[in-house]
């Protein structure tokens, strides 16, 4: 079993910052790839960055240059992944949730508010 947990979401005015975080815990194995997705009301949900064990990141256009995911690691593997979410538009509001990838197991956590609004 492996848990996930997220922590971070809350309330902002547009312009704010926020700061996403997701542990890792139990049985892990090797973990390839973190990442965040998110999913607005009456939308699919999207990607929004990843990051791989070998530290090769992605992101959505839409967050370039605003959203920097960064991971920590405990005896070479990766366990915690962070979003750090900086100049937030109203468009970023959503239920972000994690997901890791161990091969091609996927697992995700329960999902994290955020709410960007003036």
């Known amino acids: 079993q492996v848990q996930l947990v997220e922590s971070g979401g809350g309330s902002v005015q547009p312009g704010g910052s926020l700061r996403l975080s997701c542990a890792a815990s139990?049985?892990?194995?090797?973990?390839?790839?973190m990442g965040w997705y998110r999913q607005a009301p009456g939308k699919e949900r999207e990607l929004v960055a990843s990051v791989t064990s070998g530290d090769s990141v992605n992101y959505a256009d839409s967050v370039k240059g605003r959203f920097t995911i960064s991971s920590i690691s405990r005896d070479n593997a990766k366990t915690t992944v962070y979003l750090q979410m900086d100049n937030l538009k109203l468009e970023d509001t959503a239920v972000y949730y994690c997901k890791i990838k161990r091969g091609i197991l996927a697992s995700w956590g329960q999902g994290t508010r955020v709410t960007v609004s003036s």
């Open positions: 139990g049985s892990i194995g090797i973990i390839t790839l």
